[in-house]
């Protein structure tokens, strides 16, 4: 009896946020991106993007850590009160050691590595892409 396998689920397109001081870190992970096929959207500070957010505008949000104005667990608190559902993730050379009993930072979904790989990168949207899938098929 041959073995049916289900269809490989077609790669979605992000709308992704990307909110970095570092103009270099922004152009580079905005180009992996955009050659994956996702719709990205850089900005240099946490004022510019609390300007630009809106709630289901974004599927996922990537921010750095340490950052002027705010850090990125400050700003994604600020979008976890807007959005309680929108996808924050943090990159930052400090990782995982970041969240403390003190300071769990419950607003970042996931903390990822500084510097980081186009390896690294991908495997994170892949994680949240299955989320933004979800929702998409909702919308039809």
Avoid at 4 to 18: A, E, F, G, K, S
Avoid at 55 to 69: C, N, Q, R, S, Y
């Amino acid at each position: 009896m041959p073995v049916v396998m289900d269809p490989p689920t077609p790669p979605i397109q992000l709308r992704i946020l990307i909110v970095d001081d570092e103009p270099l870190v922004s152009r580079v992970m905005a180009k992996i991106l955009r050659n994956d096929g996702h719709i990205v959207e850089t900005v240099l500070g946490t004022p510019e993007a609390l300007a630009k957010y809106e709630p289901g505008k974004f599927d996922l949000i990537i921010t750095a850590f340490i950052m002027p104005v705010m850090n990125g667990d400050e700003f994604a608190a600020i979008i976890k009160s807007r959005s309680q559902q929108q996808p924050v993730v943090m990159f930052s050379a400090y990782g995982d050691t970041l969240r403390t009993p003190e300071h769990p930072m419950a607003s970042v979904d996931y903390i990822g590595p500084k510097p980081l790989s186009a390896e690294i990168l991908r495997e994170v949207i892949d994680r949240f892409s299955l989320g933004a899938r979800e929702c998409h098929r909702g919308d039809a």
